[in-house]
């Protein structure tokens, strides 16, 4: 077994001429994509709106409902079955939106983990280059 196979170097790509058969990027290699703050200034800003709407919409409903009944179990159970439905809208937002943010920070934490493997096996296949062969040799059955 040779030091470069142990190596496991590979000949050096042949620069294309055409731009369609350019090597494609090892997804280790890619570099990791921040989400845009805009994104989350919008998700901010849409949940504020969201919030707002959902008070003044239960103003609205209160108002109606005082005007229109005049015992108070009638009001509770008419502004009760609005918040209900209010409230789980509002909640199913934003548990979407803390799940799309906590998506997006595993999917950094799993590129950046990747790229420091591969960057580890390279580092290891280096070493395993400049040893002797019997001793490269070695190492790779303890592997």
Do not use: C
């Not at 805009?38 to 103003?59: Q, T």
């Not at 005049?70 to 509002?90: C, E, L």
């Amino acid at each position: 077994m040779t030091q470069a196979t142990l190596a496991g170097v590979a000949p050096a790509p042949v620069p294309a001429q055409n731009p369609a058969q350019a090597p494609v990027q090892e997804p280790a290699q890619a570099p990791i994509q921040e989400p845009a703050p805009s994104v989350d200034m919008a998700r901010i800003r849409y949940g504020a709106w969201l919030i707002v709407a959902a008070f003044a919409l239960l103003g609205i409903v209160f108002g109606i409902a005082v005007s229109q009944f005049g015992t108070a179990s009638d009001v509770t159970a008419v502004v009760g079955s609005v918040t209900t439905v209010v409230g789980t809208i509002i909640g199913a937002y934003f548990g979407v939106q803390a799940g799309a943010a906590g998506k997006e920070a595993a999917e950094a934490g799993r590129a950046k983990a990747e790229a420091g493997r591969a960057q580890a096996e390279n580092a290891a296949r280096v070493a395993l280059a400049h040893l002797e062969p019997a001793a490269a040799t070695e190492v790779m059955r303890l592997l």
